[in-house]
């Protein structure tokens, strides 16, 4: 069975630094892209960043990119989000989902989702 | 990027009666499309991909139809556990989710 399960500080300030984890198992981890895909209250899920199988290839949306960094330890079945220069509009419930394939472009739609973690970006 | 419309923002359907739901694309998605399922404190659940194919486990009350720009989720007789926000995404220019549909009990 495939488990996600996201980890990591939750309250950061204003231009602040966070780091989320996602530990996955129940599956050949380094044999598929992840994805971080993020979902702020009351609205609809936002893709916010892929990495392929072997973390060479990365991506992110417009609003992060500069400020936030994908990376995974493929020993250590785990991805994780780099989240620097915090903002207010970054406040969101993270989730980690398992790509379709190794490629992290154009990911596809997603089965399996972690339960998620909820980031506060407030002073 | 592609822009994701859902209506109505809220359904109210009684147990037993059928529900349709329906996702609009900005350009066209082809059939790249598919429906989540999310319930409170909860991550979405992939009802269907490719506009029509429900995903493992879903019943077969769950039917996803349409392409280009307009698609449709139908639940042909509402259960209980139907309740919940219903978000359509697109993966045919990398992806976009819309704002979701809740639906909830008469």
């Known amino acids: 069975e495939v488990q996600l399960l996201e980890s990591g500080a939750t309250l950061g300030q204003p231009g602040g630094s966070l780091r989320l984890s996602c530990a996955a198992s129940?599956?050949?981890?380094?044999?598929?892209?992840m994805i971080w895909v993020r979902q702020a209250p009351g609205k609809g899920p936002e893709w916010v960043s892929s990495?392929?199988?072997?973390?060479?290839?990365?991506y992110y949306t417009e609003s992060v990119r500069g400020r936030f960094t994908i990376s995974r330890d493929n020993s250590k079945d785990t991805v994780y989000l780099q989240m620097n220069s915090l903002r207010a509009e970054d406040t969101a419930v993270y989730y980690c989902?398992?790509?379709?394939?190794?490629?992290?472009?154009?990911?596809?739609?997603?089965?399996?989702w972690g339960r998620g973690t909820l980031v506060t970006v407030s002073s | 990027e592609i822009v994701m419309t859902q209506s109505p923002a809220t359904l109210s359907v009684s147990p037993g009666e059928r529900a349709t739901l329906s996702c609009r694309a900005s350009q066209s998605v082809s059939g790249n499309l598919a429906w989540y399922q999310q319930k409170p404190g909860q991550a979405p659940r992939l009802l269907i991909s490719g506009a029509t194919t429900r995903a493992t486990g879903v019943p077969a009350r769950f039917s996803g139809s349409g392409s280009g720009t307009e698609f449709t989720l139908t639940i042909s007789s509402l259960q209980s556990e139907d309740f919940g926000i219903y978000y359509c995404?697109?993966?045919?220019?990398?992806?976009?989710f819309g704002p979701g549909t809740k639906l909830d009990f008469k």
């Open positions: 990495i392929s199988s072997g973390g060479d290839a990365t």
């Open positions: 989902a398992k790509g379709l394939t190794n490629r992290a472009y154009y990911p596809g739609y997603f089965y399996h």
């Open positions: 129940g599956f050949d981890f380094m044999d598929f892209a």
């Open positions: 995404q697109q993966y045919h220019d990398w992806l976009t």
